[in-house]
């Protein structure tokens, strides 16, 4: 994702399009790197980079919908 500084030049849509590109491109570096165990790891993973994604954009001035 973008600096801080820079991100708040972007429109909201440029800030979920960019959001949605980090965590297209962390997925898919985690997939490539566990091959074949991806799978089994998928779930858990999905999980902890939405978080960190959520995390990302509170620290951004983003305020979640439901706490």
């Known amino acids: ?10 429109t909201p849509t440029q800030v979920r ?4 590109r980090w965590y297209d491109s962390q997925r898919s570096r985690l997939a490539q790197c566990l091959g074949p165990e991806w799978p089994e790891h998928r779930e858990w ?8 994604l959520r995390e990302r954009l509170i620290a951004l001035g983003w305020r979640p ?3």
Not at 17 to 20: G, P
């Open 45 to 52: 993973l999905e999980t902890y980079l939405k978080a960190e």
């Open 1 to 10: 994702m973008k600096v801080a500084s820079e991100s708040k030049a972007l």
């Open 17 to 20: 399009a960019e959001a949605q």
């Open 65 to 67: 919908k439901n706490g």
